[in-house]
């Protein structure tokens, strides 16, 4: 079992970031996959879903700003984050996407998005 996101960092309002995350196959495969952050002091939040055919969806603070895509060969999924706002701050994780999803048990490291204004 796998899950290493990749690509965070300090970033000024308004810039960009990349974001990576490879999965093992057994949590990539056939799932839909979701990044999802956690600020400090506040719960894990979903920002974004993707389905194995690439159907995206998005919570409203980051849409419009975000690009969540998967590359199904690679059991990658990324998530672009542009137009970046202090409040986006927060380790971000990627994992399947279940309706019980806070009930997942294994999240990986995550990586640190900080947002300087």
């Known amino acids: 079992v796998q899950l290493q996101a990749s690509g965070g960092g300090l970033v000024q309002a308004g810039g960009s970031l990349r974001l990576s995350c490879a999965a093992s196959?057994?949590?990539?495969?056939?799932?839909?996959m979701g990044w999802y952050r956690q600020a400090p002091g506040k719960q894990r939040e979903l920002v974004a879903t993707?389905?194995?055919?690439?159907?995206?969806k998005y919570v409203d603070s980051v849409k419009g700003r975000s690009t969540i895509s998967r590359d199904n060969a690679k059991n990658t999924v990324y998530l672009q984050m542009n137009s970046l706002k202090p409040e986006d701050t927060a380790v971000y994780y990627c994992n399947r996407f279940t309706p019980a999803w806070r009930g997942l048990g294994y999240w990986g490291q995550g990586t640190q998005v900080t947002v300087s204004s």
């Open positions: 196959g057994s949590i990539f495969n056939s799932n839909v």
């Open positions: 993707v389905t194995v055919g690439s159907i995206t």
